[in-house]
């Protein structure tokens, strides 16, 4: 199962409020996605943006009004919410939230919405005072019990110059939660979690030993997750990515800190993967200032970090939990990750040939060769995030979750 956009047809709500310039991207990147996009416009989002600039981004003609079909194909607001995998109301304004609490049906988008059997996925954004006024409050609050999904909105600067929460978010943190409602939620019912990213070894104020883990594999496998239903905690290194929405997120730095933090957290969890390029040695002694280049060498002793996913292995209750380690390797790939593999007591083991040209460290593909009890499967070499889904894909078809998370539809 893919958890992408392509394909996806998707009909985004447009309202009166200067985020509306913000939806032009929005809608730019759903269009490259291979998303079919139509775009509605209420009468207020027409003096923000021009209907001819959402046109022009998403190639099709944008609804404006009830009465006027025809130039639109003769597509009516139930056509339009009949054909559609979701509904995007974006900015979200104050009246509009008021309208659609109340069922109001006197445009096109609010009768758009009511005719809708298929997710609307609701992102307000206005001043901190309307916002946080207990009437938006309320019918917020009427909105998530229709079945809505309301967005929180960001905390910052506003247009108006005031602070505070009303901004409206950025589109990836958004597209998480517009995807966990339009794919499968075949985890659904799954805690999983996933560590991601180098881990950095200090040796003094500004110096350290690290290793050139992007933290991209591990973060496509935390989306994924949620995407596909799965409630996702995601421990990281100091990584490249930006914190995907919708996961809860534990920052870490040093390997003995990723080690504090998994036990904490793995006792509740169904799944665990463990995508981190964890350091598997620590400076001995950490110096309290810089270190001077008085001398032309320098010795550093350097001490053994603990295996995190080894001593897993040991503690996790493999009826209850699956255990995934990583391993990447350049050479005798299925050798040395069927030894990690049974050396770590692992359900299942996910091999990165960091030898394969265009795949491993840094790169967005990886070539990964997935082993487990009953044998090998090789992936295709593509995108860390399909390879996620790759792997989920995997799991799921070979019966490996466990019953503690039950499935649902
Ligand atoms: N790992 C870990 N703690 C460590 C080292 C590795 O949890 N201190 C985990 C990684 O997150 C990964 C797996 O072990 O899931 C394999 O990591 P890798 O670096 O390939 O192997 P190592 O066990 O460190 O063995 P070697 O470097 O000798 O190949």
Request: net charge negative.
């Amino acid at each position: 199962m893919s958890t992408s956009f392509a394909g996806k047809r998707v009909v985004v709500g447009v309202t009166g409020s200067i985020a509306a310039f913000k939806v032009a991207g929005w809608v730019s990147t759903l269009t490259k996605e291979e998303a079919l996009v139509d775009v509605v416009m209420t009468e207020a989002a027409t003096k923000f943006v021009a209907p001819m600039t959402f046109a022009a981004l998403s190639g099709r003609p944008v609804f404006e009004d009830m009465f006027t079909t025809e130039q639109q194909g003769g597509i009516s607001h139930i056509g339009l919410s009949r054909e559609a995998d979701c509904i995007i109301i974006a900015p979200a304004t104050a009246q509009t939230i008021a309208r659609l609490a109340y069922g109001m049906a006197d445009d096109l988008l609010s009768t758009t919405v009511l005719a809708a059997r298929i997710p609307v996925i609701i992102c307000p954004a206005m001043n901190v005072q309307m916002y946080e006024h207990p009437a938006t409050t309320r019918n917020l609050k009427t909105l998530l019990s229709l079945g809505y999904q309301v967005i929180e909105p960001d905390s910052g600067v506003m247009a108006c110059g005031e602070e505070g929460s009303g901004r409206l978010p950025e589109w990836e943190q958004v597209a998480e939660f517009v995807l966990r409602e339009i794919c499968t939620k075949d985890l659904g019912g799954q805690k999983v979690l996933v560590t991601a990213g180098p881990t950095r070894e200090p040796y003094d104020p500004v110096r350290f030993i690290s290793n050139r883990s992007s933290g991209k594999m591990g973060y496509a496998l935390a989306r994924t997750a949620f995407r596909r239903g799965a409630e996702v905690t995601l421990i990281s290194g100091p990584a490249t990515q930006p914190v995907p929405g919708g996961v809860h997120f534990v920052s870490v730095t040093t390997a003995v800190e990723m080690y504090k933090a998994v036990m904490d957290h793995f006792q509740d969890k169904s799944i665990i993967v463990k995508a981190a390029a964890v350091s598997d040695f620590r400076c001995a002694k950490q110096f309290d200032q810089k270190i001077k280049k008085d001398s032309s060498s320098l010795i550093m002793e350097l001490e053994q970090n603990p295996d995190i996913l080894k001593e897993l292995g040991e503690l996790c209750d493999h009826d209850r939990q699956l255990l995934i380690g990583f391993a990447a390797e350049s050479s005798n790939i299925k050798e040395e990750g069927r030894k990690k593999l049974i050396g770590k007591k692992l359900d299942l083991i996910a091999v990165n040939d960091i030898s394969s040209a265009g795949a491993g460290f840094e790169v967005d593909n990886n070539q990964v060769t997935l082993i487990d009890s009953a044998g090998e499967a090789q992936l295709l070499h593509t995108s860390k995030l399909k390879t996620a889904d790759l792997i989920w894909d995997h799991v799921i078809a070979n019966k490996m979750l466990k019953p503690a998370g039950s499935k649902s539809p």
